[in-house]
């Protein structure tokens, strides 16, 4: 499977963006999609993820302000961006796992697949 994002750009803090990401080369129904992000300086962390039945999570520092979704008819993945903060700066990455191991993302574990990364910039 290809991963491909877009919709990364520069907003102030307060403000909104969307970013989207394609999955390509027939994606196996056995993967489940999410976000990554790396600020400057830092790790990669996930910051969304769907589970197997659709539920999606959420990291702390974006939960209430980020809303993970799909279209699945356009295998299509997207991220809402609300309410940006200076510290949600970084290369956000789409990202691609089996859904049995997926849910391991939030303590510590790699995706299988990566795109390539959009840059989201929030400042004054």
Known sequence: VRLVESGG???QPG???RLSCVASGNPSSGDCLGWFRQAPGKQR???AAFD????????SAVKGRFTISKDNARNTLYLHLNKLKTKDTGTYYCVADPCS?????WIGSTPRTWG?????TVSS
Request: aromatic share 12%; net charge negative.
């Open 9 to 11: 750009g520069s907003a």
């Open 15 to 17: 403000g909104s963006l």
């Open 45 to 47: 962390e996930a910051v």
């Open 52 to 59: 197997d039945d659709d539920t999606p999570y959420y990291a």
């Open 101 to 105: 191991t997926m849910r391991f993302v």
């Open 116 to 120: 390539q990364g959009t840059q989201v």
